[in-house]
């Protein structure tokens, strides 16, 4: 089977499946992964399918929702590094607010014991890594836990948000860009992002560059609501640019 038949396959098993994985296409198609990751990056390129870890969706699917291993392992190195720079963006004392993702969870697995801090946070595995934290004046926002996230949301989560103002918030999301803005695939989570940039004075947006450019169905900000965005050095420079050009500043790590 010649690339193009193989590719044309692989992109009627996505949109069939919902998604599609290397390994299966590797046995199916009795090519190596290697082959199957050159198809991929193909249809990406023609706009037929988005790469995901492990393998692809069909282009559009704005409700495709990683979970929270998976996004775990994507991007590791990146969201490292990202943790390690948000970092300098702590207060020496006040209060903090802790998004959900698992960029966050590394910030929040990477503050040192000497911190003398109020966090707040809905995500489970935040709260988690903070739990016997000796500094840390732990606050855990109940809500609806949505399983996909480990965070939680609705009325619950809303109004305790509503109730406070924090320094700084440090925030994820599953896609950014000056035109589509800040998005996330679902409507809950999407609420309590918006409620959290409102009850902080400065907003911290954590997201590695491969989320550049990507829109969900659910949007919750823009890029103006952003003080500070830390990303790795995968975003392009003209993106860059068109960013601080909105008025984030930007930093690449």
């Keep these: 089977m010649y690339a193009p038949e193989r590719q044309q396959q692989i992109l009627r098993l996505a949109r069939e499946g919902g998604r599609v994985d290397v390994l299966s296409l590797a046995e199916e198609f009795q090519v190596t992964a290697e082959t199957v990751r050159r198809d991929l990056k193909a249809l990406d390129r023609a706009g037929l399918v988005r790469r995901v870890h492990g393998g692809a969706i069909p282009a559009g699917r704005l409700d495709f929702e990683p979970d929270l291993a998976e996004r775990e392992s994507t991007a590791a190195d990146e969201k490292d590094r990202i943790a390690l720079a948000a970092l300098a963006e702590l207060p020496g004392t006040g209060s903090v607010i802790l998004d959900a993702g698992s960029t966050i969870a590394r910030l929040a697995a990477q ?28 606050h855990l926002v109940g809500g609806r836990v949505r399983h996909r996230t480990r965070a939680a949301v609705d009325a619950w989560a809303l109004r305790a948000y509503g109730e406070i103002r924090a320094d700084v918030v440090f925030l994820g999301t599953n896609g950014f860009s000056p035109d589509g803005g800040l998005t996330t695939p679902d409507l809950a989570e999407a ?9 902080a004075r ?15 169905f659910a949007r919750f900000g823009g890029l103006a609501d952003v003080d500070l965005l830390i990303t790795d050095t995968g975003l392009a420079p003209a993106s860059r640019a068109a960013i601080e050009a909105a008025g984030t500043e930007v930093r690449s790590v």
């Design 111 to 138: 503050l040192p014991l000497e911190s003398r801090l109020t966090v707040v946070t809905h995500a489970l595995p935040v709260a988690a890594r903070l739990a016997d934290h000796p500094g840390i004046d732990l």
């Design 191 to 199: 609420a309590v992002k918006r409620a959290q940039v409102a009850a």
């Design 202 to 216: 400065r907003v911290v947006l954590l997201a590695d560059s491969a989320k550049h450019g990507q829109e969900h």
